[in-house]
């Protein structure tokens, strides 16, 4: 059964889901409420008021209600998440170890906890308790034996050609990316496009289908459709919903070619050896470079012998040339029917063969 793909549903996230078809999505992002539990308005020290998280759908009766709810929305999760798909879950110290705790009830694998720190995080304004500088994020897999998206080098690429940690230095959202209505915040927890452009970037791809089952204002949306991926959006307040379709309308998708991952692995190292023992280069066969000035021939052990010198591929290209390196895969080619063909050519069969 196809899945009706790019759009945003208005209504309760359990039963949009159910709605679905089972294994139909690549990747959940859920930032659900967190349980903030807050007991009235916090207060600067001036008295102004904070403009906190005070929302209704951040309520719950007690743990055991939010239990229930937690439980029934991963619930409905896990059903649509194909086998080899992947969910984030945020949260912060109120919910994240509740959550937690019932993800690995429900079965899903826990792969990483990614610390978010923010670089510029509300101050504590009581100076009663440390601030509260940092949310984190679970990765997880639908099931310990499940395969997964990972698209390591491109993580590596993207945090200047070093192993990216679980540690993220990501700023608020704020600036011209914080929507405002009449010049108020018009969503509490609106999050940074940065911290999802990570998210989606380093697991799913171009193509995919990703899910947010609290969709909010739509940063999901709009960072899965720039990176050239499909959104499914679930929000039951119909003011958000609208404030993300305008905002999602808005991205531009960048080009196929700039968002597809970086390559996840090198090429399997072929050595000369194996060409000569497969039989696509025979002892004895002649190489030269693609000018014929000099030549060399192939020893049954994958060296290789001319006038000047013995050795690798490499060592004698570079010897006969007196050159202080030589790269023997473009210099050395085999003659077939008239032309000039490399021996990297023969490399490259070889690892379309064991790819």
């Known amino acids: 059964m196809g899945i009706e793909v790019d759009r945003i549903i208005t209504g309760d996230c359990v039963a949009a889901m159910a709605a679905l078809p089972e294994a139909s999505v690549d990747l959940v992002f859920a930032d659900p409420p967190y349980n903030l539990q807050l007991a009235g308005d916090l207060l600067r020290p001036n008295n102004t008021r904070v403009d906190g998280v005070d929302d209704e759908w951040d309520k719950f009766a007690d743990f055991a209600s939010y239990d229930s709810f937690t439980r029934a929305w991963l619930g409905a999760a896990r059903r649509v998440l ?57 990765w997880c897999a639908r099931s310990a034996e499940a395969r997964y998206t990972f698209n390591y080098k491109s993580m590596k690429a993207l945090n200047d050609e070093l192993q990216m940690r679980s540690d993220w230095f ?33 697991t799913s791809r171009p193509g995919e289908v990703v899910l947010d089952p609290f ?11 720039r990176l050239g991926r499909r959104f499914i959006g679930i929000e039951r307040d119909p003011d958000y919903a609208a404030l993300a379709g305008e905002r999602i309308a808005a991205v531009t998708p960048a080009e196929p070619e700039l968002v597809a991952p970086a390559a996840e692995r090198d090429a399997p190292r072929i050595p000369f050896g194996v060409l000569v023992e497969r039989g696509l280069v ?42 202080p390196a030589c790269n023997g895969w473009a210099f050395w080619h085999v003659e077939e029917k008239g032309r000039m063909v490399p021996i990297d050519a023969f490399r490259q069969r070889v690892r379309t063969e064991t790819a």
Request: with cysteine; hydrophobic share 40%.
């Open 282 to 323: 025979k002892p004895g066969t002649i190489l030269f470079d693609s000018r014929k000035r000099w030549t060399a021939k192939v020893r049954a052990d994958g060296t290789v012998i001319s006038a000047e010198a013995r050795g690798s591929i490499h060592q004698v290209g570079a010897q006969v040339q007196g050159a």
């Open 82 to 138: 194909k086998p080899d798909g992947a969910l984030w879950v945020i949260g912060s110290y109120h919910n994240i170890y509740r959550v937690g705790a019932i993800l690995q009830d429900l079965g899903y694998w826990i792969l990483n906890d990614i610390v978010w720190r923010k670089t510029n995080p509300m101050p504590n304004f009581r100076g009663r308790r440390f601030t509260n500088a940092h949310e984190t994020l679970l």
């Open 215 to 225: 969709f909010g204002t739509g940063t999901t949306g709009a960072v899965a459709k």
């Open 170 to 202: 990501i700023p608020l959202c704020g600036g011209p990316e914080r929507l405002r209505r009449d010049g108020r915040k018009a969503h509490p927890t609106q999050k940074p496009e940065a911290l999802l452009h990570r998210v989606i970037l380093a």
